[in-house]
């Protein structure tokens, strides 16, 4: 089946350095990748979608420029956290959907914290 | 606009009983519905889902959910629990165009012994 291979599983940087997470479509091409963020007890929240070669679109309230997102090929995104924050510790998850494949496919997630 | 409730956010049941998480949606076109089980600091595992074939759709895991749209309810069934379903389990909505997902709050399924 479908799998996205995320990296790193979890990353402690520190405040004010940029961090970045890798999702990997493995055997399918992803289109369209979906990044959330997920606080302790809480559901996911979208924070942007990004279709291969165009900019990605940004969900209301998240900074574009603090949360940087490259989907340059079809089979990788990337998210930079940029200058983090200790608010910016979350449970970060990407989702990606290829071409013609009806559902979605979840990588493992990012757990980040920063101290 | 599309949203989903789930009933609860805490599922408590023994080992053998019957397993039920609600979830509810509200959609103004034909809605997808999916759930998935998140393990903790895990991503997200899809259980079943309903694409508007079949109301009464069956997943893995012998989980369960039936699609009744007179009152906009996509409930989990699972007619046993098992001590590895205790997880926390997640309702999602999107449409037809397969675009973004609307998750629920969540639901934490506890299982005893």
């Known amino acids: 089946g479908a799998v996205v291979s995320q990296h790193p599983s979890w990353v402690i940087c520190k405040s004010g350095t940029s961090v970045k997470i890798e999702c990997r479509s493995l055997?399918?091409?992803?289109?369209?990748m979906f990044w959330y963020r997920q606080f302790p007890k809480q559901s996911l929240m979208l924070m942007a979608t990004?279709?291969?070669?165009?900019?990605?679109?940004?969900e209301q309230g998240v900074e574009k420029d603090k949360f940087l997102i490259n989907h340059a090929s079809l089979t990788l995104s990337t998210l930079t956290v940029t200058s983090a924050h200790p608010e910016d510790s979350s449970f970060y998850i990407c989702?990606?959907?290829?071409?013609?494949?009806?559902?979605?496919?979840f990588g493992s997630g990012t757990r980040l914290t920063v101290v | 606009a599309q949203s989903v409730t789930q009933l609860g956010s805490h599922v408590s049941v023994s080992e053998g009983a019957l397993v039920l998480l609600r979830c509810n949606y509200s959609?103004?076109?034909?809605?997808?519905l999916f759930w998935y089980v998140q393990y903790p600091n895990q991503g997200l595992q899809l259980l079943l889902k309903?694409?508007?074939?079949?109301?009464l759709v069956k997943g893995i895991n012998g989980f369960e959910a039936e699609f009744k749209k007179s009152e906009t309810s996509f409930h989990l069934t699972k007619p046993s629990a098992h001590m590895s379903d205790a997880a926390e389990y997640f309702c999602?909505?999107?449409?037809?165009?397969?675009?973004?997902?609307?998750f629920g709050q969540g639901t934490i399924l506890t299982v005893h012994p």
């Open positions: 989702s990606a959907r290829g071409a013609g494949a009806y559902g979605y496919t």
């Open positions: 309903y694409t508007s074939a079949a109301t």
């Open positions: 990004s279709n291969e070669g165009s900019k990605a679109t940004y």
């Open positions: 999602a909505v999107t449409d037809a165009s397969y675009g973004k997902l609307t």
């Open positions: 055997d399918f091409q992803a289109t369209t």
């Open positions: 959609s103004s076109v034909p809605p997808y």
